[in-house]
């Protein structure tokens, strides 16, 4: 059975950090790339970071690039993305998802998804 668990999430004030984890079950994870989404309240799901299984290679949204680490543990089958210098516009609920073989920020193509974790900035 394939699974994608986050965990992580939380209230955090401006400027703090959290750390997201994505555990994976049931599914070759050298097969797949992981991707991060977030769903701000009112507006669609965007895609935040995601890491690539064919040479590690990381992407990210340009609004976190700099603040955001992504990256995987191969030996416990997780992926987690660090999140530094957290701005209110980060609030919202965060996913990881599985692509097969190659990264990409849209939606489209992702095969499993987990149910999300809250984060919240807010002083």
């Known amino acids: 059975q394939v699974q994608l668990a986050e965990s992580g999430g939380g209230l955090v004030q401006p400027g703090g950090s959290l750390r997201l984890s994505c555990a994976t079950s049931?599914?070759?994870?050298?097969?797949?790339?992981i991707g991060w989404f977030r769903q701000a309240p009112g507006k669609e799901r965007e895609g935040v970071s995601c890491?690539?299984?064919?040479?590690?290679?990381?992407y990210y949204k340009d609004t976190v690039k700099g603040r955001f680490t992504i990256s995987r543990d191969s030996a416990t089958n997780t992926v987690t993305l660090q999140m530094n210098s957290l701005q209110p516009g980060d609030t919202g609920v965060y996913y990881c998802?599985?692509?097969?073989?190659?990264?990409?920020?849209?939606?489209?193509?992702?095969?499993?998804w987990g149910q999300g974790t809250q984060v919240t900035v807010s002083s």
């Open positions: 998802a599985a692509i097969l073989w190659a990264c990409a920020l849209a939606e489209a193509g992702y095969d499993y």
């Open positions: 049931g599914f070759r994870l050298d097969q797949y790339a």
């Open positions: 890491i690539s299984t064919l040479n590690g290679s990381t």
